[in-house]
């Protein structure tokens, strides 16, 4: 079950190698405001293009395989996109993060834990999760960040995995892949968790 069969394999390298390309574009100078244009745009870039990564992996091993091949297929390919998407060199990385995690590797850090409840806030408030997102500059010690956030709602096509209803098969995938699992019991439309880019700046 943790074997993805290799055309899908071969899929998602080729992906990788459109991710590097943007990278490349995203090596423009930083600038220390936390409404600058630039950065913004950019890091909205970013989360847009590991959300069509991830989605593109879900999907085709959804339709390969079903609900089991689909979380093995999120088990090895979100880490490795997602890290394929930060880069050194720019300064520039991305993650997803979450306030219920499956994977411990995508905590929250205490920055993102305040953005991810002001989000809960505001949308209990009445606004929209479909564009919600928070940027500013960050610093700690010495060093400057530009920070940003993107709400990433639950959707209906999310709720094999992360619903309130999941089936057994399902749920002892998930269990044995993530024994700390607290990622089950959404609703269409509840805050699942948020991109985060962080832009260190000079
Ligand atoms: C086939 C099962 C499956 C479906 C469908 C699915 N996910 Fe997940 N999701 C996973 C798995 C497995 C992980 C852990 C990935 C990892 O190891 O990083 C995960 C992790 C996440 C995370 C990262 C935070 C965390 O808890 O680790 C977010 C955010 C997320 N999913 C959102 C969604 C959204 C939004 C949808 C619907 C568009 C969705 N997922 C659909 C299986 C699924």
Not at 157 to 174: A, D, P, Q, R
């Amino acid at each position: 079950m943790n074997q993805l069969p290799v055309k899908s394999s071969i899929k998602s390298a080729v992906k990788l190698s459109s991710i590097f390309i943007s990278i490349a574009l995203l090596a423009t100078p930083a600038v220390a405001n936390g409404d600058d244009k630039d950065n913004i745009q950019q890091s909205r870039a970013l989360a847009k293009n590991l959300f069509v990564n991830l989605k593109g992996a879900l999907v085709a091993a959804m339709k390969e395989g079903g609900p089991a091949a689909a979380i093995a297929a999120c088990n090895q390919q979100a880490q490795p996109i997602t890290n394929a998407l930060s880069s050194r060199r720019t300064g520039v990385s991305i993650k997803r993060t979450s306030l219920r995690l499956r994977n411990e590797k995508n905590a929250p850090d205490a920055w993102e834990i305040k953005v991810l409840e002001q989000f809960e806030s505001r949308a209990a408030a009445g606004e929209s999760l479909a564009t919600m997102e928070h940027h500013e500059v960050v610093s700690s010690g010495e060093e400057k960040s530009f920070r940003y956030m993107k709400a990433i709602p639950a959707g209906k096509k999310c709720m094999v995995c992360h619903g309130e209803f999941i089936t057994k098969n399902v749920l002892s995938s998930i269990r044995a892949l993530y024994p700390l699992e607290q990622a089950i019991g959404f609703k269409p439309g509840d805050l699942r968790g948020a991109f985060s880019v962080t832009r260190k700046l000079d």
